[in-house]
């Protein structure tokens, strides 16, 4: 019997239905997501792995907040990289807190703060200080107060006795920590008096930012120029704001939110973000979707585990954390410092080529198409991509079932190591 089938030989027949395959499914991802895969092609790639450890929430807070920050500056002193960088921690400041005994005297009607001017709160400002002085801290905005003071004083005076009962006691505890709030009311730049949300008068997101942006200069000697949005919720106004008054990068987790719903969780997200996008006035986004809570039982371990795969995409590795794993009981905190040295030096042993630096820097090279951290040769480009696509949430089920992830990695697999096999001759961080 001849082998064929219709005149073609039976591989032929079988690679060709192959090829239909795949170029079916390459076309069916095109039509369905080529906006995602366009963003992710026009998205920098690094030709070194950069490590940034992002942390929130420090502001006023007592002596043991200053010895702990004292103790994580030496921690990421004595780690460098290979050109003498020590690791770097940005730190999201909150700059005040509630008046209590005020606010108790005005019979809880009306709000007055607490700022980290004040004398009590020096230990801490003088740690900060000094960190950021010896090159391993960088400050961030993260809000006047960790809250929308009016929707603060709402939800006090509401109705509901359990909601306003707890946030009596919070107040009579000091209101020193923020953490504790509940997290609709931590979400500071949204109108969560009552649920669902409702968005703030620009006017006033406006006066807030100006306020925060004046308290910074007195605190630092500038205002700085990235800014974290509280429980990452914001919108086009917020965004406004902040490129008024000088913020030039805001921090997200890939995502925009821009409310909450009616039992207070995240409504879904109004936007996709990629490193490198911009939004109003000019801002530029960084993504920090990597966690690093020991308090949440997160290792060094798991660090790597991101590096690896932020390296493989050939994107930075933000890490983000939280003042509360800093802060408990002295081997709560103790052991959150020791797994910090312990995943700075697991990742700095795994890839020698690391590169620390600040949210700002990073930026600033996201703005520069030929700064030589940078990739230009389009196969670096290409091994990149692929990776991203197969790693893009979106997009696993049609990959998966397609085939398109096994031939993705093949792919890779087969333009080698490239978007890192130059680091060693890449430039300086």
């Known amino acids: 019997m001849p082998d064929a089938v219709h005149g073609l030989p039976v591989m032929g027949f079988a690679l060709t239905v192959i090829l239909a395959w795949f170029g079916f499914a390459a076309l069916a991802l095109a039509i369905l997501h080529g906006r995602a895969l366009a963003a992710m092609w026009r998205e920098p790639v690094f030709v070194r792995p950069v490590l940034i450890v992002e942390s929130d929430d420090w502001g006023p807070g007592p002596r043991g907040d200053a010895a702990v920050l004292r103790e994580i500056a030496e921690t990421l002193s004595a780690v460098r990289d290979r050109d003498g960088r020590p690791a770097v921690m940005t730190l999201g400041v909150v700059g005040g807190i509630p008046d209590v005994d005020a606010m108790r005297a005005a019979g809880f009607a009306k709000h007055v703060r607490c700022s980290l001017l004040a004398p009590d709160f020096a230990p801490v400002l003088a740690a900060m200080g000094d960190g950021c002085r010896a090159g391993v801290f960088a400050v961030q905005r993260h809000g006047l107060e960790h809250y929308w003071p009016a929707a603060l004083l709402a939800r006090l005076h509401t109705e509901n006795g359990s909601n306003s009962e707890a946030l009596r006691r919070w107040l009579e505890d000091g209101g020193l920590r923020s953490e504790a709030l509940p997290p609709p009311l931590q979400s500071r730049w949204v109108d969560c008096a009552s649920l669902p949300s409702v968005p703030l008068d620009p006017v006033a997101v406006d006066h807030a930012v100006r306020e925060e942006s004046d308290l910074l200069q007195q605190l630092f000697g500038c205002a700085p120029e990235v800014a974290v949005p509280n429980t990452f919720v914001w919108n086009d106004s917020t965004e406004r704001a902040w490129a008024a008054h000088g913020v030039r990068t805001v921090v997200t987790p890939g995502w925009r939110y821009e409310g909450r719903d009616a039992a207070g969780r995240l409504l879904p997200p109004a936007r996709r973000i990629r490193n490198g996008e911009s939004g109003q006035g000019g801002i530029i986004y960084v993504v920090r979707d990597a966690y690093f809570e020991p308090l949440r039982g997160h290792r060094a371990e798991d660090v790597a ?113 490239v978007t890192y096999r130059r680091s060693a001759r890449a430039g300086r961080c």
């Open 305 to 417: 585990a991101a590096l690896a795969r932020k390296c493989a995409e050939g994107r930075p590795l933000l890490l983000e954390t939280h003042r509360e794993n800093f802060i408990g009981p002295q081997p709560a905190r103790a052991a959150a410092v020791a797994e910090l040295r312990r995943a700075l030096g697991m990742a700095l042993s795994m890839r020698p080529d690391l590169c620390f630096t600040t949210t700002a820097e990073l930026a600033t090279i996201l703005r520069d198409p030929a700064s030589p951290l940078r990739a230009q040769r389009w196969k670096t480009r290409l091994a990149a991509w692929f990776v991203r696509l197969r790693n893009e949430p979106d997009l696993t089920r049609l990959l998966k079932y397609s085939g398109l992830a096994a031939l993705l990695g093949a792919a890779a697999y087969f333009l080698g190591d």
